[in-house]
């Protein structure tokens, strides 16, 4: 079946540090990859996707590319900010079933 | 820009009680979906549906059943609610009819706590 794991935290990092979240997935054919992000409070906002093999997905400065090698589709940013301090979930989507999350990662980002 | 409502952001009900939460989006999206979320197991599917009066079942049904009466609103119903039913509760649309691959838009979840 299908499946997403993910680090799951707490990542604590200074303000402007680089930030990596690994995920990797387990599926057949070729599913479409999210990262979706949850503020405190919140329900879940997609934050990139990626379609095909080797496609980029980016946004607010995060980005994440779709590696069908490796199965994976890391989550990255150059600088983070105190404001990206959030959960952040990988998932992916195959086509005719269900979306399927990863476990969430916190991210706490300290001034 | 897409919304999704959620009747009420916290909820507190007793052992036994009927639950009826209520799902609103307003951007005719086909597909509607009700997840639960727990810490450390992520989200799981609960039920869907591609259209009016038609629903599937996802990961964990039990305990569960759904309604949907009209295109914009999709109900989440616990029969008899027990205290492992305690939870966050996400409704989420999309759009692209009987196509799961199309971006999910999130309602701000119904906390609920059974006692």
């Known amino acids: 079946g299908n499946s997403v794991t993910q680090m799951e935290g707490p990542v604590t990092l200074s303000e402007e540090a680089f930030l990596t979240i690994n995920c990797t997935y387990t599926?057949?054919?070729?599913?479409?990859l999210f990262w979706y992000v949850q503020y405190p409070g919140e329900g879940l906002q997609l934050l990139l996707k990626?379609?095909?093999?080797?496609d980029k997905g980016s946004n607010k400065g995060f980005e994440a590319t779709y590696r069908k090698e490796t199965t994976s589709f890391h989550l990255e940013k150059g600088s983070v900010q105190v404001s990206d301090s959030a959960v952040y979930f990988c998932?992916?989507?195959?086509?005719?079933?269900?979306?399927?999350f990863g476990p969430g990662t916190r991210l706490s980002v300290l001034p | 820009d897409v919304k999704v409502t959620q009747s009420s952001r916290y909820l507190v009900k007793r052992t036994g009680e009927k639950v009826f939460l209520e799902c609103v989006q307003d951007?005719?999206?086909?597909?509607m979906f009700w997840y639960r979320q727990d810490p450390g197991l992520g989200l799981r599917l609960i039920y869907f549906?591609?259209?009016?009066?038609?629903?599937e079942k996802g990961d964990i049904p039990e305990g569960y059943s759904v309604s949907r009466e009209k295109k914009e609103r999709f109900s989440l119903i616990l029969e008899s609610a027990s205290t492992n039913q305690t939870s966050m509760y996400l409704c989420?649309?999309?759009?692209?009819?009987?196509?799961?691959?199309?971006?999910?838009?999130f309602g701000p979840g119904t906390r609920l706590t059974v006692l």
């Open positions: 549906s591609y259209d009016v009066k038609m629903k």
């Open positions: 989420a649309s999309s759009s692209l009819a009987g196509v799961r691959t199309d971006t999910q838009y």
């Open positions: 990626a379609t095909k093999a080797d």
């Open positions: 998932a992916l989507d195959n086509y005719g079933q269900n979306f399927v």
């Open positions: 951007m005719d999206h086909e597909n």
């Open positions: 599926a057949t054919g070729y599913p479409s």
